[in-house]
């Protein structure tokens, strides 16, 4: 290293001839080596002089091929044709320097991208002595660039025919840097009066008072983006619900860009929003006086066959006291037939009376408030069983309780009501020839409701039976099987219903029925 200083110092003169010749092969090897660029000379016309690995990889010839040929070799026809080789020397020659991108032909044909650099070479007096010529091949970088510029433009191209949502860009000051057509079509600003602008200007006056713009951007910064619906303002002054969404954008070193806004007109959906409100509302409205209508109809109803049936006892009391006055007073002198007769209009009018007293219950069913209480189903059971102990007995039913029992909130009598119909049916529906056995029990479910089972071992119910039994005057059976008014579980769902339950089967012919009743549970403190 010293010793070159001192060359230098001393000038070109001194170095030795030998050393000289070792520098200048040092260099000669170096450029011949290199092989990512094509290096090489030429001469003050043009012809080629040196060729290195580079030119070879690069361009496909073998130095002795190309060494003394022009360089116009690598243009092509019609660049030559309007000489251009020629005119590049003269501006290296004029300038020192010529550089330029474009592309140029390999030996196959072939063609690559290149960047190119003449440099004018002089000796030390200045006078021509040549070209040196760097060539690099930059194809693929010029293919990435294309492509990156490409996708770029497709990107802008699209975010800008975007007619339906404003999409812009903010500085990271918050102005505005770019404007699509939906942010025209939104707002009323065109590009050129809108970029440049702060974003401020978009915002309500109350908005600006209150820094809004200000601190969307500080949140957008501090947690990446930003979103609201709010009011904003459009260029004639008018007001618009938006939906928008700030998006903070940062580069690689976490530095602020910029600011990417998107927003939409949410003022259709708002209105459509409110109609459907509105519609709802006015739905509700309907439903509810219909529903008044519907059950003060009902109470008129249930009023109507309360009366009727009310009504009708009178004279029914008057059928049966005179056909068993007529029985008694003329026993002596009626024909036997017409006992008969009479037998048989006391045991219809016997039978009109059960009717009656069955819809009289029903009806008072659909009257008045019940208020439920805890009801406790052992005395309720006993009172039960005692009073149908005859009924029982009878048939010699056996009636099991299956303890411990639950505690329901119900309405005593109701409920009594409820569960004498039941016990009636287990017992009643069951062949002469069995002795009835009839299983009550409770289970309890989720805590908040008490199922109480009445079960039979009778004749059971077909499952497309099930439902409609339930109904007013619906019978399985003539009255010459099974006796009966058709109004008893009747009863037992509008009284189960009433007490803010429901009522139910399961059964199958020949395996017995299992009827239950959903109450609501009491609960552990006593009420
Ligand atoms: P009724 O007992 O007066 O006929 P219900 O309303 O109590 O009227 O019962 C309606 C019908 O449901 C009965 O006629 C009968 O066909 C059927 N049914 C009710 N309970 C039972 C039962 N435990 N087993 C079989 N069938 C029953």
Known sequence: ???????????????????????????????????????????????????????????????????????????????????????????????????????RFRKDGTQFFAHVSITAVRDAAGTLRGFGKVTRDITERMRTDMALRESEERFRLLVESVGDYAIYMLDPEGYVASWNTGAERLKGWRADEAIGQH???????????????????????????FREEAERLRKDGSIFMADVTLTALFDEQRRLRGFAKVTRDMTERKRAEDAVRELNRDLELRVAARTAELSERNAELNAFAYSIAHDLRAPLRGIIGFADALAEDFADILPAEATGYLGRITAAAGRMN?????????????QGEISPVRVDLEPLLRDILENMRTRLDERNAEVEIIRPLATPR??????????????????????????????????????????????????????????????????????????????????????????????????????????????????????
Do not use: C
């Open 199 to 225: 974003v401020s200007l978009f915002h309500t006056p109350e908005g600006r008072a209150a820094r809004k713009p200000q601190i969307e951007l500080q949140i957008a910064r501090e947690q990446g983006v």
């Open 354 to 366: 059960d009717l009656i007293e069955d819809l009289l219950a029903y009806s008072r069913l659909g």
């Open 410 to 527: 119900a309405h005593y009598a109701t409920l009594q009501q409820v569960v004498v119909n039941l016990i009636e049916n287990a017992v009643k529906f069951v062949p002469p020839d069995r002795r009835p056995h009839v299983r009550i029990h409770t289970e309890t479910h989720g805590g908040a409701w008490v199922r109480l089972w009445v079960e039979d071992n009778g004749i059971g119910i077909a499952p497309e039976h099930q439902t409609r039994i339930f109904n007013i005057f619906e019978r399985l059976h003539g009255q010459g099987s099974y006796e009966g008014t058709g109004v008893g579980l009747a009863v037992v769902r509008r009284a189960s219903e009433r007490l803010g339950g429901k009522a139910g089967v399961e059964s199958e012919p020949g395996s017995g029925s299992r009827f239950w009743v959903d109450l609501p549970a009491a609960s552990e403190r006593s009420e």
């Open 1 to 103: 290293m010293k010793d070159e200083q001192t060359d230098a110092g001393t000038g070109g003169a001194v170095l030795p001839d030998r050393r000289l010749k070792e520098r200048e092969e040092g260099l000669r090897l170096l450029v011949e080596s290199v092989s990512d660029y094509a290096i090489f000379m030429l001469d003050p016309a043009g012809f080629i002089m040196s060729w290195n690995a580079g030119a070879e990889r690069m361009k496909g010839w073998r130095a002795h091929e190309i060494i003394g040929q022009h360089f116009s070799r690598f243009y092509s026809a019609e660049d030559v044709a309007a000489g251009k080789p020629v005119m590049e020397l003269r501006i290296a020659t004029a300038e020192g320097r010529y550089e330029e991108e474009g592309w």
